[in-house]
């Protein structure tokens, strides 16, 4: 068993970047690839207990893309659409992914200091610090879901989805934008610095298929490798039709559960919601694509 779609403590999963693999290993994974959100400080921790436990670890980051201009490009999302890409094989050390990250990271502490004097400004009295607590300490990576567990915390609301309805997602209250690539900026940093780009879970770009065909040929030819056939969130009967635009397409069929830990605990290790599979022959094409150019 694989999966190649899962989330630490770095970004805004519940389990640090060791107590991951070893709950891999325990439940017979043979592969993982750890791909925090816009953040890879968590995968050497990941590679060498990968190593103790026999877990090969697959060095992954999932970047947010901006596509808020679908519409404008003769799209039709029938509903508010959201991309991730994710990269396979992210090289270790510099690169040009590595200082396109650190530039999102700086970005992202900007916001959540404003989100905070938001939230003051709202009569909700949370401190940067208390969320930053809830992240993993000074630091850590912080994202809306630990605003969330403090204004649950605060009693401000009576629970993690009502957070983001009233003050987190796009257009709440406290919604603070943040700074995100294209989706072609995103798989050049990625192509540059040897990663694998793959368009994850493609069914919350909310496009029609016909849509989604077109968008997709757009990315192949700007470089895009793999597409993401096979994530827990859908029954696989529902995915079929996304293996068909892969092979249409040249691009790697690739998967996993979207694993969270605790912060969703819907999304179990290996499989997600609806226990999909994903081929181990996967993984070997993702390697052979590891350091090539786009053609």
Request: with cysteine; proline share 7%.
């Amino acid at each position: 068993m694989i999966d190649l779609h899962c989330h630490t403590t770095v970004s805004d999963g519940g389990d640090e970047p060791a107590a991951l693999v070893a709950k891999a290993a325990a439940r017979g994974v043979a592969a993982i690839a750890v791909t925090d959100h816009d953040n890879i400080s968590g995968c050497d921790e990941a590679v060498a207990e990968g190593r103790r436990r026999g877990v090969e670890v697959v060095r992954g980051v999932e970047i947010s893309c901006a596509v808020d201009d679908l519409q404008a490009r003769g799209l039709r999302p029938t509903a508010r659409p959201t991309m991730h890409l994710l990269g396979y094989f992210v090289p270790p050390g510099d690169s040009p992914l590595a200082a396109g990250l650190e530039q999102l990271q700086r970005a992202r502490a900007d916001r959540n200091r404003v989100m905070v004097r938001r939230l003051n400004e709202l009569g909700i009295p949370v401190t940067f610090e208390e969320v930053e607590s809830e992240a993993g300490g000074p630091g850590a990576q912080i994202g809306r879901p630990h605003f969330a567990a403090v204004l649950v915390r605060h009693g401000a609301v009576p629970d993690y989805q009502a957070a983001f309805d009233e003050y987190l997602k796009k257009g709440a209250r406290a919604y603070v934008p943040r700074a995100l690539y294209a989706p072609v900026e995103a798989i050049r940093l990625m192509l540059d610095s040897g990663a694998v780009p793959v368009l994850a879970h493609p069914f919350t770009l909310n496009l029609t298929d016909a849509d989604l065909a077109r968008f997709v040929a757009e990315l192949a030819d700007a470089g895009l490798r793999g597409l993401e056939c096979y994530h827990g969130d859908w029954p696989a009967d529902e995915q079929r039709p996304l293996l068909s635009l892969a092979t249409r397409h040249g691009l790697v069929a690739t998967g996993g559960s979207d694993y969270h830990g605790s912060m969703r605990p819907d999304r179990d290790l290996p499989g997600g919601k609806h226990g999909v599979v994903v081929p181990d022959a996967c993984l070997e094409e993702l390697r052979s694509l590891a350091g090539t150019p786009a053609a």
